[in-house]
């Protein structure tokens, strides 16, 4: 039974005469369609943030699925496939992330895409070689490291 009380399709029968009747009755369960829903804290994220991704999904006796590949072919972090999902990417890139769901009714699914920004490089600079300008660089690195 699942949820509700079952509904009851009773057959009656008879003769013409109406002298002998009988009847036998069976219970039918009915079972909600699926509904894939994910629920996101963000879409967008910096390399080494922890992403929660809720399964709101409903439908009776339904089970769900989790999927996530990486668009730009990087690594997709470990998960476990159940529940809600929590992701940790340790590398920049787009991924999309899917939930299907299922029952013996039906099934269904939603997807969505994260996108995980890059850190910044530092870039390296070199400055031109003279007397001068190395008392100028080291002045400038001096003044900006007292701000």
Same mark, same amino acid.
């Given at each position: 039974q699942v949820g509700i009380d079952p509904y009851k399709i009773k057959l009656k029968v008879s003769n013409k005469y109406a002298c002998a009747t @009988?009847?036998?009755?069976? /219970?039918?369960?009915?079972i909600n369609r699926t509904e894939a829903i994910m629920a996101l804290d963000k879409n967008e994220l910096c390399v080494g943030e922890e992403l929660l991704v809720e399964n709101r999904s409903w439908g009776d006796q339904a089970t769900s699925t989790w999927s996530v590949v990486s668009l730009d072919g990087f690594p997709v972090p470990e998960y476990e496939d159940r529940g809600h999902l929590?992701?940790?990417?340790?590398?920049?890139g787009r991924y999309r992330i899917t939930l299907y769901v299922e029952n013996v009714c039906s099934h269904d699914q939603t997807d969505t895409v994260v996108t995980v920004?890059? @850190? /910044?490089e530092l870039v390296r600079y070199d400055l031109p070689y003279s007397t001068e300008s190395v008392a100028q660089a080291y002045l400038l690195l001096t003044f900006s490291l007292i701000l």
């Open positions: @009988d009847s036998v009755e069976y /219970p039918v369960n009915l929590r992701l940790k990417f340790n590398h920049w920004r890059q @850190d /910044p």
